[in-house]
């Protein structure tokens, strides 16, 4: 089955700065990978996707790439304020639509 | 916000008792996934139910059954409790399980075994 990969598990940035956050996957069948967003005691939110006809999207502050070849992909936050603390969880999806998480990203933003 | 529910919110039990979860999914919406999140982990999936039939199931054993209705809202039910079974409980509803369509959760039941 699908292995997803997620690092850092931790990171810490200072207020304004850039956020990247990347994950590599295992199945070359997969082509669907959804960004999810989990704050404290609340349910995950998708913030991104990106499907595998596309190298990059991006959404404001947010955007995400993917390589197919290397079979990684990013996410990168842009001028991050305190409010985008939370964990941040990459998933792969393939042919069954089932979606394989990563492990997530504990993201400190520090004013 | 989503319109994803769940219940109950919190659970208890104690070792090798039976616990049922619920889920209602999006209006529109005729497929739900269910995942099990431990503590500092990412989610990891049970099974998928798409119009009542099961459509792929995840690494558990057994003893995780589930169920999905006419209105497709769903159950998932656990028999002989473990203490590992402990964690948060996601059920996430799509339109369609074969076109890869974004997943919304569900708050989420927290389950705690002793």
């Known amino acids: 089955g699908e292995n997803v990969e997620q690092h850092p598990s931790t990171l810490s940035v200072q207020e304004g700065d850039s956020a990247v956050i990347k994950c590599t996957y295992s199945d070359s069948a997969s082509n669907y990978f959804p960004w999810y967003k989990q704050e404290l005691g609340k349910r995950p939110q998708l913030i991104i996707d990106i499907r595998s006809n596309v190298g990059e999207k991006k959404d404001q502050r947010i955007a995400v790439t993917l390589n197919k070849t290397a079979k990684h992909f990013s996410l990168h936050i842009t001028e991050t304020q305190p409010e985008d603390s939370a964990v941040y969880f990459c998933?792969?999806?393939?042919?069954?639509?089932?979606?394989?998480f990563g492990t997530g990203t504990s993201l400190t933003v520090i004013p | 916000e989503t319109g994803v529910t769940q219940s109950p919110t919190h659970l208890i039990k104690t070792r090798g008792q039976q616990v049922t979860l619920r889920c209602s999914s999006q209006?529109?919406?005729?497929?739900v996934s269910w995942y099990q999140q431990a503590l500092g982990q990412g989610p990891q999936f049970i099974f998928q139910y798409y119009r009542e039939e099961e459509n792929g199931r995840g690494n558990f054993p057994p003893r995780f059954s589930g169920l999905q209705f006419p209105n497709y809202s769903s159950e998932l039910n656990v028999n002989a409790l473990e203490l590992d079974d402990s964690a948060l409980y996601l059920c996430a509803s799509s339109s369609n399980p074969r076109a890869q369509e974004t997943q919304y959760f569900g708050p989420g039941t927290r389950l705690l075994v002793l």
């Open positions: 209006s529109g919406h005729n497929t």
């Open positions: 998933a792969a999806s393939g042919l069954g639509d089932q979606f394989y």
